[in-house]
């Protein structure tokens, strides 16, 4: 599925499923909770799809990631393919890549294909054999980031929005307190407690929303970058091996 089309959906299905839920709290005891948060206003609604939309994507991330990392410890691949690069037995090596199926071994493989294709034509030279190899990586990462990088601007972008659609939600509570107060020159009590009530709920619902957005954009992209560092010190151990090995498996 194209990722507009994802977005899109996602967007339609949260709200639809934060204004159902918006609406049945208006049905619940005036003295629940739920129906508290519903005097919060329209806004809380949105609020909530933004809320359920960090939580989706959170969840896609997890999968992803988890994914992305592969089929066993990472630290006992990278050290199971260094013993089989020392030794030459690079087949053996592409075959471990095949197996582990992580993001690291994507990139690892696309070195060892190169280093054959560099063999198959006789490249000897090990200044050509590691800027070659060099490039395998860099082409091999940039095919591979996107996939580990998703959805990562949309959360940094639901973390501000949230923040702003809060600040909405609050203004329009505190304007409805003011304009209870400015009835006949007395405060209307029940008006001035719903603009406060309003102005509250939206100002912790646009916190919460922004706390969990920042929260996880870090998160990820901090795992983002550990895939990274892992890649480039893999990558750098294996060339350096390849460009001067004069041997094949």
Not at 64 to 80: D, T, Y
Request: charged residues 15%; glycine residues 8%.
């Amino acid at each position: 599925m194209k990722q507009g089309l994802f977005t899109a959906i996602l967007i339609v299905v949260t709200y639809l499923v934060s204004l159902g839920f918006y609406i049945w709290m208006g049905t619940t005891p005036p003295d629940s909770m739920f129906h508290a948060v519903y005097q919060g206003g329209p806004v809380v609604s949105v609020l909530m799809a933004l809320i359920l939309m960090v939580i989706a994507y959170i969840v896609e991330r997890i999968i992803a990631l988890n994914k992305a990392a592969g089929k066993g410890s990472i630290p006992e691949f990278v050290k199971s393919l260094k013993q089989d690069v020392d030794q030459g037995l690079i087949d053996n090596a592409i075959a471990k890549c095949d197996d582990h199926q992580s993001s690291l071994a994507a990139v690892l493989r696309a070195v060892f294909d190169r280093y054959k294709s560099l063999q198959l034509h006789n490249v000897t030279d090990r200044a050509k054999k590691v800027s070659e190899l060099e490039k395998a990586v860099e082409e091999a990462t940039i095919m591979e980031m996107p996939l580990l990088e998703k959805n990562l601007v949309a959360i940094s972008t639901i973390a501000s929005i949230s923040t702003m659609v809060g600040l909405l939600g609050t203004t329009m509570g505190m304007i409805r307190a003011f304009t209870a107060m400015a009835n006949s020159g007395a405060p209307d009590a029940v008006q001035l407690s719903l603009g406060i009530s309003e102005a509250l709920f939206n100002t912790a619902l646009g916190i919460l929303g922004g706390i969990m957005g920042i929260v996880t954009y870090n998160v990820f992209t901090n795992k983002v970058d550990r895939f990274t560092y892992m890649i480039d010190e893999a990558a750098f151990y294996i060339i350096q091996t390849l460009g001067s090995s004069k041997s094949e498996d």
